[in-house]
């Protein structure tokens, strides 16, 4: 689509934005949520869940809500998903209990969901080839710089009070005026009727998405207790620990189209991995506060393109017709891995501590790595 004005451009990209918000607000508010409600048993599992629920409901039904989706309309779901974005997602400013607080999440989450399928469709249906690698690597980069204020503004805020964390989603009132009116959709009516069932072949996309998700969201959930438990930092200084990594993840982004025209998917995944290895490495060998600032880019830089990568890989692999619950299987196969993510490593943080389990990491997917290069050199 060659007449797509700048607002409306702006638009997809504040919507997209919206996606990255589900969690990383709050992200430093959970430590002191932990202490807030420390009379309750396993305060600490539940802290956790706070920023892993909404990750949990949209793997559950994000491939349910991309064939609502399909059938109501993308701007129409927007709308109403914006709208109650904004209102469960702020509603940590003032509900009192935990289990109310968990609910308010879950809530959030669907709306999450939608926003993500409704964004990353949108992509496919206005960019083709070229133009959508440029778009998705400025799209994610933007994700990526938002993440890091908002990831900013939360530390901020929850030094003075958690719940104040919560506020940030009141900035979904000032999108939803956008939504509505520069988001357009395609017609379909006239395409010919195609097979609806899922690609076998995006299966394997599918699992990488998962994979991808399942190791990078150990930064969020586990840096901010290494930081302020572990090194005695405030929640400012996690915060802006996780904000560096956010716009080293905005740089990786825009790396992404450059590495296209040299190299294929996987091998740009393999790239991708090989960083973030690094990157976990690094921060599991470090025992200086400040070096953080150094290390925890490489996390952000390899996830920049990974995540890039991943979604165009997808889109590249769909049609007009599927791209909706295509988009729907997607996303909810990151989101499974956000919230397998602590549940799944727990027991390793439990035994090692968060820095050596840091380290582990690290080396495990710098063996997976050299592995899958090895396989690639022998079946060439």
């Known amino acids: 689509m060659n007449n797509i004005t700048k607002l409306t451009i702006f638009t997809l990209l504040l919507l997209s934005m919206t996606t990255m918000m589900s969690n990383v607000a709050i992200v430093t508010a959970l430590p002191h949520l932990k202490e807030d409600f420390s009379y309750i048993n396993n305060i600490e599992f539940y802290s956790r869940l706070m920023l892993t629920l909404p990750s949990l409901v949209i793997a559950l039904l994000a491939p349910v809500l991309g064939h609502l989706i399909f059938k109501y309309g993308k701007k129409r779901s927007a709308t109403i998903a914006l709208t109650i974005f904004t209102l469960s997602g702020s509603s940590g400013l003032f509900l009192q209990s935990i289990e109310s607080l968990l609910i308010s999440r879950a ?78 959709e395609f017609k379909i009516d006239t395409i010919q009727e195609e097979e ?82 690094i990157g976990f490495s690094g921060i599991g060998l470090n025992h200086n506060l400040y070096l953080f600032y150094f290390i925890t880019p490489f996390l952000g830089f ?6 890039t990568n991943l979604t165009a890989w997808m889109l590249s692999r769909t049609t007009l017709k599927r791209r909706v619950k295509t988009s729907g299987y997607f996303t909810s196969s990151l989101f499974l891995g956000q919230f397998s993510s602590p549940i799944v490593f727990h027991p390793f943080v439990d035994k090692l501590g968060v820095q050596n389990f840091f380290l582990l990491i690290g080396i495990s997917l710098i063996v997976i790595t050299l592995f899958s290069i090895l396989k690639l050199k022998l079946r060439s």
């Open 302 to 307: 390899g996830g920049g393109i990974m995540m």
């Open 107 to 184: 809530l959030f989450g669907i709306c999450v969901a939608v926003l993500m399928i409704v964004s990353t469709s949108l992509v496919g249906d206005y960019f083709k080839e070229e133009a959508r690698h440029k778009f998705m690597g400025y799209q994610s980069a933007f994700i990526a710089t938002g993440g890091m204020v908002f990831v900013v503004g939360g530390g901020f805020l929850s030094d003075i009070n958690w719940r104040y964390s919560f506020g940030i989603y009141l900035i979904g009132f000032i999108l939803l005026p956008l939504v509505m009116t520069q988001i357009k």
């Open 196 to 277: 609806t069932q899922i690609n076998p072949k995006m299966f394997f996309i599918y699992f990488l998405a998962f994979f991808y998700m399942l190791i990078f969201f150990i930064l969020p959930t586990q840096i901010p207790f290494l930081l302020i438990e572990d090194f005695g930092a405030s929640g400012k200084f996690a915060g802006s620990i996780i904000a560096i990594a956010f716009l080293a993840n905005a740089f990786g982004a825009i790396t992404f189209s450059k590495l296209k025209t040299k190299f294929s998917f996987p091998t740009i995944f393999l790239i991708a991995l090989i960083i973030i290895a």
